[in-house]
Nanobody
């Protein structure tokens, strides 16, 4: 069983930056594909960024050029650096872990961290 704990959310002004962290425990972190998703109330959870175990990355079009996902396998941690934040980035951000050779129904999720972009 994998546990994921996110941190780093908060209130930031438009144009500002935040860095989210997600610490994983209970599994072999280096073998997992990791990702960040976000959800606003009433909407479906949407993909923000993913990073494979070989550190290939993928981003939603809405965050390309502004957000960067990275991982530190020695610290069992995945990060999301968010720059040039916009009000529409306001959401609860969730960390995701997918075991190797597994589909979405085997995903693990964190509890979420709130990001609010407002002046």
């Amino acid at each position: 069983q994998v546990q994921l704990v996110e941190s780093g959310g908060g209130l930031v002004q438009p144009g500002g930056s935040l860095r989210l962290s997600c610490v994983a425990s209970g599994g072999i972190f280096s073998t997992y594909a990791m990702g960040w998703y976000r959800q606003t109330s009433g909407d479906q959870r949407e993909l923000v960024a993913t990073i494979t175990r070989s550190s290939s990355t993928n981003y939603a079009d809405s965050v390309k050029g502004r957000f960067t996902i990275s991982r530190d396998n020695t610290a069992n941690t995945v990060y999301l650096q968010m720059n040039s934040l916009k009000p529409e980035d306001t959401a609860v951000y969730y960390c995701n872990a997918r075991p190797p050779n597994a589909g979405p129904r085997f995903d693990y999720w964190g509890q979420g961290t709130q990001v609010t972009v407002s002046s």
